[in-house]
């Protein structure tokens, strides 16, 4: 570990650390633009000189220059200042003075910079700005090029995170200009975090485009919901509006990256919203009051107070699950199921439908075998790992309809039966793996493939020392919870549909069937008029995830607590207090008033969810040797990447990026 | 700066050029230009391959060639590399044309020692010929571009024809050796001087001159 000293105090670096780093270390602040964590290290825009002896008697680049024994780096010197005085001056002759038009203003690392380390003035001003045509990279991102300062760091990241290489660097010097091929538009599922990553205002977000200020939004901690990585974002609002949804940095789920849909689906929380109380009459659903609703439930469930269900949707946090579950209990009834399309595996033991490498850990893995996962649209971030992990070294093989991966892998059909036998080159490499994990996804647990798939963890040795390569991947926020709660029966729907309830309580399930449920009064607790609540009898407005506080378990079993943004529109109230006055209804007593009670005693019954982190769930189950696989995976569960909740699907960003990037319409605009 | 956009994609482009493959002796060096990359590292043989490409379109339409947007497609995918990352290269180099030029490509060195030994008259002397810069001229001869130093300046003011150099020009020089072009000819290349060889200096030895006859060595008098 090289000793350097910076600005004269001497610190211990790691090896291999850059002389940024290693004033980073020392508390020093380095101004930068290209240079980024989590891409490779470019040193193309200078701004993060400095001066290093032994050494060219000159400024260096410090996120280029790697530490070595002894070197005396300074960051405070006349020198250093005028360097970065002359990068700023040579940066700013070409960007134009439009920052109060400009999107970024407030949050822009030039303007930032420009006040910390510039000269004050320009010896340029009779200079022509450079001008630069807009560039069109899709209904996501708003381009206005003149204000690149070519730090490239979009480029890289397509390249090197999202790998798709669709952004780049075209013709040279002051005429560089940043697009993509024939101005197509970028259409990964991560395209949008090249808006947090450029330091200026050359991409910003087009939904987003003259809507608020930064400094008039307030931040609220959330989790995304959209998919079951539990991302980290925080919900920026103002007044009653989601206004945008910013990733936050968390190392063990989401890095610092958002996919496209959680970052955009924000704009369907104000669309098709249920805001009052609606009753179906003579076959329409008309509006009515609360108390009408209530008396109507509890009037159907006259005579036999046990025969109520709830089924659980995607997106619904614990305490709404834990709420109906203690209603039900209070009824009499354990009729309560969370995975909606009807799936049935095994959840006596969680282990066996966690994601136990961790979503940081599946980096490390050395073979991967996914089994019925269109990762990319199911987990875009986990996409991102398995491309860190590819780059390492792993090889991917996937038995599943073939979809385009964003790293080299090998599909071996459609066929389950694989499992059972296992191909050569498989069986070779699974058995040369020092990390090796199997991931298997939604397609996959709904032909039944767990018990087949727990096999191959003896087969190929999946958990070994501070090692366990058994995973599954969920693509619900609530799935994890829901199983932790035990909100589910043995054989899932059709166990629901067989009990004949009368009433059956459906809690935002917007994807399951509602044919078996015809002769039920049909409840539906949820946020927005979708396909759920044109089925319903009786609808009860509640909240979605930005309006009430909750706790969220990620695919890994991450316990992440989310907080409430803004309040729901008119007169929808949060879920638990909905289950609350409904028990009053029936007159039956679930033994909480207040949220805090609520989750206090939801604690006391799941620990586990009262502890963020990772919750521990044991050990793998003994693997049935009698199980077999079989069956054709004919397709994955989601269709349409962009509208796969209630949410998305009201969303008009979500439906044009549907319409525009999977389906092709050409509904590109004219240039601005 | 001469305009590097691409030639527009437009369908009578991909008409014109959608099928294009190397033909059997530029498929044998292609890859032997691959070949020269270790495994895993083709895509190091774009440049030589744009500029093969470039050739090859050169030969089809009896120009120094260019690049439309269709090859550029084909090279990218007979190295297997996403296509931006080959226009990328293709844009940022000046050897590749990426717009149609006419038979001759004249490319007139406009850095400063040849600023300073007439550059200036030998671009008007191109004008003069009905040449414009960026543009092929009626008789689909001439394109005229200016270009940064092309490292003759021993023997500057020099012009660039297609794969040949053209030095020590004047405008009646240059109009001799664009005339014979023109006729179909092969004027002499390199210097135009009477009597240059190359680029020895053009009078006596200046300095250096104890350099003459043997090697020697100078550091100990600095």
Redesign the interface.
Known sequence: MPKVTVDGEEIEVPEGATVLQAAELAGKEIPRFCYHERLSIAGNCRMCLVEVKPGPPKPQASCALPTSEGQEIRTDTPMVKKAREGVMEFLLINHPLDCPICDQGGECDLQDQAVAYGRGGSRYERENKRAVTEKYMGPLIKTIMTRCIHCTRCVRFSEEVAGV????????GE?MQIT???EQAASHELSANVIDLCPVGALTSRPYAFEARPWELKRTLSIDVSDAIGANISLHSKGREVMRALPRVNDDVNEEWLSDKGRYQVDGLTKRRLDKVFMRKRGKLAEASWDEAFKAIAKQLKGAPSSIAAVAGDMVDCETMFAAKALLKASGSDLTEARQTGMTYNVSNIAAVNFNSTLAGIETADCILIVGSHVRWEAALLNARLRKAVKGGATVFVVGPEWETTYPATFLGNDLSVLNRVPKALGDAMKAAERPAVILGGAALAKGALAPALKLADKFKLVRDDWNGFNVLHMSAARMGSLMLDFTVPSGMADIAKAAPKVVLSLAADEMNHEPFADSLKVYIGHHGDKGAHMADIILPAASYAEKAGTYVNTEGRVQFAEKAVFAPGDAREDWTILRALADALKVNVGFDSFAELQAKMIAEVPALGEEGLADYGVLPKADSKAKAEGLIESYPIADFYLTNPIARASAVMQQCSAELLHGEDVREAAE | MADRTPAPDTPELRARWGSFEWTKENRKRADYHIAKYPDGRQKSAVMPLLDLAQRQVGEETETQGWLPLPVIEYVAKYIDVPVIRVLEVATFYFMYNMKPVGKYHVQVCGTTPCMLRGSDDIISACKKRGMEFGKVSEDGLWTLTEVECMGNCATAPMVQINDDNYEDLTPERLDTVLDALAKGEQPKTGTQEPGRHTSEPANALSNLTDMVDANHDYRGEW
Not at chain 1, 165 to 172: K, T, V
């Open positions: 290489d669709e952004i780049g660097a075209l013709y040279r005429d993509t091929y024939l």
